[in-house]
């Protein structure tokens, strides 16, 4: 069983600056690719950002330039810096990793943009 931990979400002003972690229990972790997602209310859930085990990265147009996702393996985490932050950025953040035909999800962190 894997189980996905989000944190770092909070309450900030436009033009500022959050760093989300997502840390995974078990093994394997670094075998596979891990995304992050958001979901405003009563929109659907969206990729914002995908880290391949290789390290190669892709990003959401919303937000490229103004978020950087990273892993550290030997911590078993990624990281979504986020900088440069919209009120359209709103949204409850998640992370994902597929292995296989199972998929994980952590229970997510909520990200306010507002002045």
């Known amino acids: 069983q894997v189980q996905l931990v989000e944190s770092g979400g909070g309450l900030v002003q436009p033009g500022g600056s959050l760093r989300l972690s997502c840390t995974a229990s078990g093994r394997f972790f670094n075998v596979y690719g891990v995304g992050w997602y958001r979901q405003a209310p009563g929109k659907q859930r969206d990729l914002v950002a995908f880290i391949a085990e290789s390290g190669v990265t892709n990003y959401a147009n919303s937000v490229k330039g103004r978020f950087t996702i990273s892993r550290d393996n030997a911590k078993n985490a990624v990281y979504l810096q986020m900088n440069s932050l919209l009120p359209e950025d709103t949204a409850v953040y998640y992370c994902?990793?597929?292995?296989?035909?199972?998929?994980?999800w952590g229970q997510g962190t909520q990200v306010t943009v507002s002045s």
């Open positions: 994902n990793q597929r292995r296989g035909s199972y998929i994980y």
